[in-house]
């Protein structure tokens, strides 16, 4: 009788989740902790300091995503080359493309060079548009709004509270943006290694003064640094990459416009909320002010 009192005791204190929400990046975790609240459970896939692009399909994705009620993805097809493989191998039909249990982020505002042709001679585009929305604050705001009405639909009964969340998300965003906006004034704009942090200088009023990657996925190429230092000396900027892209192309590129090089997350640690978000987006707008 003891064990058994012992054990029914273990299963009321386990915590009852509303939802099971599995999200692609710690940027997409952030926004399901802040918008779902206690309810919810996150399990993030990639880690922050990898490449969402690249990464392969493990058994603990499968068995993550084999439970989830939603996956929450950044979509417009930075995932394509890893997660519908392994939704299909979950075999999970409330988390397909098309259903209530699947969202993808960039889906939800418009996006940065939108249309552009499937052509493997310009690199690994994105047909939709630029998919690292992540780094505009704004976006990540209004998808924080569409993400509660998501909610909403698959926990009816906690709806309010997300709308809630959403609405204090969006209003701690606007109450920092002044200050974003004041610290990048006079920025002169920078080179990243990818066009992961376009959105975040467009946010600024900042320019996207060239990118080390020839066209997208192809790595820098001595002849392509030297172009753009060609093209960019006399101005004033700097350049900035992620911890997992490479820096020796930075490096260059910087001795030789005499201009200061910044590794800067693309996304917040695992397990963020928005503070740590909110910390990212001022170690990019430090960067990005550096003379």
Not at 23 to 47: C, N
């Amino acid at each position: 009788m003891k064990v058994l009192l012992f054990f029914l005791a273990l299963l009321i204190a386990l915590p009852t989740w509303a939802l099971d929400v599995v999200a692609t990046t710690s940027s997409m975790g952030m926004l399901a902790r802040e918008v779902g609240g206690p309810p919810v459970k996150v399990t993030e896939l990639a880690a922050p300091e990898r490449d969402a692009h690249m990464l392969q399909a493990r058994p603990s994705m499968l068995r993550a995503l084999r439970d989830a009620q939603l996956v929450v993805a950044v979509g417009a097809e930075l995932e394509v080359g890893w997660l519908p493989a392994a939704i299909r191998s979950a075999a999970n039909p409330v988390i397909l493309p098309g259903r209530p249990g699947y969202f993808e982020a960039a889906a939800q505002v418009p996006l940065l060079d939108a249309g552009q042709a499937a052509d493997r001679a310009h690199g690994d585009v994105h047909p939709a548009g630029n998919p690292h929305v992540n780094l505009d604050p704004q976006r990540m705001a209004t998808i924080a709004k569409a993400l509660a009405e998501r909610f909403a639909r698959l926990d009816a009964a906690n709806a309010a509270a997300y709308r809630e969340r959403a609405e204090r998300y969006a209003a701690a965003t606007d109450a920092r943006t002044p200050e974003w906006k004041r610290k990048a004034a006079g920025g002169s704009g920078a080179v990243l290694y990818h066009q992961d942090g376009a959105y975040l200088l467009a946010f600024l009023g900042q320019p996207l003064l060239g990118t080390l990657e020839p066209v997208p996925g192809v790595p820098p190429t001595a002849a392509h640094i030297e172009g753009l230092a060609t093209r960019l000396k006399g101005r004033r900027g700097v350049v900035l990459h992620t911890p997992y892209q490479p820096s020796a192309g930075a490096e260059k590129l910087a001795g030789l416009l005499a201009w200061k090089s910044g590794i800067v997350p693309l996304d917040p640690p695992s397990g963020a909320g928005a503070e740590q978000y909110f910390a990212l987006l001022d170690r990019w707008i430090e960067a990005l002010a550096a003379k």
